[in-house]
T-cell receptor, first 112, second 112 residues
Framework: SQQGEEDPQALSIQEGENATMNCSYK?????LQWYRQNSGRGLVHLIL?????REKHSGRLRVTLDTSKKSSSLLITASRAADTASYFC????????????FGKGTKLSVIP | SQTIHQWPATLVQPVGSPLSLECTVE??????LYWYRQAAGRGLQLLFY??????ISSEVPQNLSASRPQDRQFILSSKKLLLSDSGFYLC???????????FGQGTRLTVV
């Protein structure tokens, strides 16, 4: 079953604008991860935020985590055409589970 | 460095034929291994995962099976393919739970 649910399903912005994607999940987690997928390719890991962290940065990426609301957001600043891809959140549940469960993704289009 | 190999990249198979997709990881030992399926424009569905040789956990009862005959080899099989088995199959590995996952390039399976 899918744990995460991304919002919006699709997002289209102009180059240079910021893109914000949201992820909601249902059960308690140890961490939340964001991945990127170019069309027809495998996924690439972007960033991991642990349940005791509230915010994390990596280059133009900023991730926040609100465990009380069971939600996370991914912000891409100063977007580029090369950022066009699908973005997925994934969660590691607690209780010793080895499952890594993905949401349905947000398809981001950055228009040059 | 660690690498993951997944093949073939594309496959067209008739209904009722068998299936064998192979995934191997290099440069690490005792990885956690995963098989996912992605329907067109959709999220990733976890099919199987393995934390050791011969240890397979099935997430979705269906027409598929998985095996791990060697430490760094993960095989996805079917005895008789159905039309509904069509999709994009992704193999992934990680060192342990609660860490980032690394994906293969995927296999596009079309059952005709």
């Amino acid at each position: 079953s899918q744990q995460g649910e991304e919002d919006p399903q699709a997002l289209s912005i102009q180059e240079g604008e910021n893109a914000t994607m949201n992820c909601s999940y249902k059960t308690s987690i140890n961490n939340l991860q964001w991945y990127r997928q170019n069309s027809g390719r495998g996924l690439v890991h972007l960033i991991l935020i642990r349940s005791n962290e509230r915010e994390k940065h990596s280059g133009r990426l900023r991730v926040t985590l609100d465990t009380s609301k069971k939600s996370s957001s991914l912000l891409i600043t100063a977007s580029r055409a090369a950022d066009t891809a699908s973005y997925f959140c994934a969660t590691d549940s607690g209780a010793g589970s080895y499952q890594l469960t993905f949401g349905k993704g947000t398809k981001l289009s950055v228009i040059p | 460095s660690q690498t993951i190999h997944q093949w073939p990249a594309t496959l067209v198979q008739p209904v009722g034929s068998p299936l064998s997709l192979e995934c191997t990881v290099e440069g690490t030992s005792n990885p956690n291994l995963y098989w996912y399926r992605q329907a067109a424009g959709r999220g990733l569905q976890l099919l199987f995962y393995s934390v050791g040789i011969g240890q397979i956990s099935s997430e979705v009862p269906q027409n598929l099976s998985a095996s791990r005959p060697q430490d760094r080899q993960f095989i996805l099989s079917s005895k008789k393919l159905l039309l509904s088995d069509s999709g994009f199959y992704l193999c992934a590995w990680r060192v342990q739970r609660d860490t980032e996952a690394f994906f293969g390039q995927g296999t596009r399976l079309t059952v005709v």
